[in-house]
């Protein structure tokens, strides 16, 4: 049943445009870090800046951790027509968003932004450019970028919203909370 309560619609079109401002933020921010670290730093050569992090450029022609990186050049396409796939399938999630669904609002923003920003790279370029490194005693994280960390950030999110939701319920049913 919708819900028709004054102001209902207006606050569920402020969480979609949020969540659309936060998605944009994202592409934004991740290109004019992965711009700055393709003009700054020297392919695959590390920059100290901490003990346990460099500024290290990469290009990555793969998915996550550079799998399938060394394909032969079909990954490109497959992991575009997947990325603008997921992408599509999450804006019609932020579409179904309902006014109150600020934490999954906040994934999906972060999730999309991401997703759009490596998607950008891999189209226009044919590889996402990647220049975080973090490392500990000699082992080294894949290289990663802003987008990378939003989508990471965003389905940890996601994943301790259902767990918060699951509490809820479960809290509920037992008669012992809200």
């Known amino acids: 049943m919708m819900n028709t309560a004054p102001g209902t619609s207006r606050r569920r079109w402020i969480v979609i445009a949020a969540v659309l401002a936060l998605a944009a933020l994202v592409i934004v921010l991740d290109w004019y870090t992965k711009r700055w670290a393709s003009e700054a730093l020297i392919l695959y050569r590390a920059s100290y800046l901490l003990p346990w992090l460099n500024l290290t450029l990469a290009h990555n022609y793969g998915a996550a951790f550079s799998f399938l990186s060394d394909a032969g050049g079909w990954q490109r ?18 579409a179904r968003l309902r006014a109150g669904e ?6 999906l923003g972060l999730i999309i932004g991401g997703a759009v920003g490596n998607l950008i790279d891999r189209v226009r370029l044919g590889y996402v450019v990647d220049f975080i490194d973090v490392h500990y005693r000699g082992w080294h994280w894949p290289a990663f970028n802003v987008a990378d960390s939003a989508i990471t ?26």
Request: hydrophobic content about 65%; overall charge negative.
């Open 77 to 94: 396409w497959m992991l575009t027509a997947l990325a603008v796939a997921v992408t599509l399938v999450l804006l019609v999630w932020v």
């Open 153 to 178: 950030c965003g389905i940890a999110l996601l994943l301790l919203d259902a767990v918060l939701q699951w509490w809820d319920e479960r809290q509920a049913a037992s008669g012992g909370g809200p």
């Open 102 to 107: 600020w934490r999954v609002g906040l994934a």
